[in-house]
């Protein structure tokens, strides 16, 4: 195995990787960098909560520096508790069959060296498409000018940087949960967005791209919207097949930043949450709003109303969520939204409202029945639509157990929220049954259909 002319053998187990694009894309004089890279931090305007993946732009740091601070901002909080990072970025310079690695034992910068951690390098080395390839990463810019960043937040850290070539979804998804791991684990896609379209051309262009990561459709996402479309592909397989949620933080392009208007690049920081993401006592918050909303109900006729300053993070965030309430394990009423209509601790309230006085189905709530409910909360994640033919093939494309199922057909249309599988095993009764409930014949194929998941809780599964 050659060595590439940048990596430098100082000693028989220590070869560094030279920094390849200091004095271009980001300054190579250290005490330079330290001032501009902390500058950038400084200014970022993100305040979400520390995510457990990010994805952020490669570009030069005068044009997409101010849109990766606003990612690399929101780990501060976690900077002491995060000790291995994994960064995944496209190929540039050379092309490549699969993922590679490098053989190095550190990675330098002007800030100084990034010890690579060789446990996490064998562990993915032994996967199908993935081979050491120091030549990928000779003059690899997408993965170097992250370094900063990450030695600027974090304190002490090692690190798996690995490039991505003619990788499937599959793939990438294989070698990012390969090295998942917990609280201590980052995952860092680098991509940048569309490329030399006009400042309005871009700006539709990277918004479509960017709902459709939000919304975890990576088919819809290729090198014309994204150049690291690959590694980003991946982690969305990651985050749809598990109910991880994606935000969007900030989409500018270079015209915004640094360049001109008739030909820019598009850039886009993004933040993935797992979906485990609320504590028990966050859950507790929330089913004790719903049981005061509906009591406020009982006694007012109207909702509980709720401050959302008096709240932060995801409790503030706008989300999907259904509030249902069961008696001797008796649907008594189910209300929600599908789309992220309200902050979530006001969803929640609302919602519980609508379910006990408001839901069709069933009369109004009474305090002798208010006192035998069981209430419980689902959180949804954005829905993605689903491409099918025949009944055949939508169930071909729903998880049994986990998904939950929207179906549409001319003005009418119903879901099941994934809680529903746990009466309902056969997913052909699951679909019928969800057809007789949107009023569409059982016989009739729907016009469209959409799935997604939910995070459930009530008081029961609290204790």
């Not at 051309?201 to 918004?207: I, M």
């Not at 980003?232 to 015209?255: C, F, P, Q, Y």
């Amino acid at each position: 195995m050659s060595i590439s002319s940048n990596i430098r053998l100082t000693e028989l187990s220590r070869q560094i990787k030279q920094a390849a694009v200091a004095g271009s894309f980001y300054p190579s004089d250290r005490d330079e960098l330290q001032s501009m890279v902390e500058k950038m931090l400084d200014n970022a305007t993100n305040q979400s909560p520390p995510p457990k993946a990010i994805m952020a732009p490669h570009a030069g740091y005068i044009y997409s520096g101010p849109i990766a601070a606003n990612a690399y901002a929101s780990l501060y909080p976690v900077s002491d508790s995060i000790k291995k990072v994994v960064l995944l970025g496209p190929a540039h310079r050379v092309y490549l069959k699969g993922m590679a690695v490098s053989s190095a034992s550190h990675f330098a910068t002007p800030l100084g060296d990034i010890r690579i951690n060789t446990a996490l390098r064998d562990c993915v080395s032994s996967l199908s498409g993935v081979e050491i390839m120091d030549e990928a990463f000779a003059q690899e810019h997408s993965l170097e000018v992250h370094l900063p960043f990450l030695q600027t937040v974090l304190k002490d850290f090692t690190l798996l940087p690995v490039v991505v070539g003619d990788a499937s979804p599959d793939q990438v998804a294989k070698l990012i949960e390969s090295v998942w791991g917990g609280k201590e684990t980052l995952i860092v896609i680098s991509t940048d967005l569309s490329h030399y379209h006009d400042y309005q051309t871009a700006n539709h262009v990277d918004t479509e791209t960017a709902n459709f990561i939000k919304q975890l459709q990576y088919e819809k996402i290729g090198p014309k919207q994204a150049c690291g479309c690959r590694p980003i592909s991946g982690l969305l397989k990651i985050a749809r097949d598990n109910g991880h949620e994606v935000s969007i933080l900030d989409v500018r392009n270079s015209g915004d930043t640094a360049g001109s208007d008739d030909s820019v690049v598009g850039y886009g920081a993004f933040l993935l949450y797992e979906n485990n993401q609320l504590s028990n006592e966050q859950k507790k918050i929330l089913l004790d709003i719903a049981k005061k909303s509906i009591q406020h109900g009982l006694k007012n006729g109207t909702p509980l109303s709720i401050s959302t300053e008096d709240y932060s993070g995801i409790m503030s965030e706008n989300r999907g969520v259904f509030v249902t309430l069961e008696i001797d394990q008796q649907l008594r009423g189910c209300i929600g939204n599908l789309e992220a209509a309200h902050p979530l601790i006001s969803g929640v309230a609302i919602n519980a409202f609508n379910a006990a006085f408001n839901d069709p189905r069933f009369k109004k709530l009474t305090d002798e029945e208010f006192k035998q409910c069981e209430i419980s909360i689902s959180i949804l994640t954005p829905r993605q639509e689903i491409e099918f033919e025949n009944d055949a093939t939508l169930l071909e494309q729903i998880a049994t157990g986990k998904d939950g199922l929207i179906i549409s057909h001319g003005t009418r249309s119903a879901t099941f929220l994934p809680a529903v599988w746990e009466k309902i095993q056969s997913p052909k009764l699951f679909l019928s049954q969800l057809k007789s409930k949107a009023g569409i014949d059982v016989n009739l194929i729907p016009d469209k259909a959409w799935k997604y998941q939910s995070i459930s809780f009530s008081y029961k599964k609290l204790s």
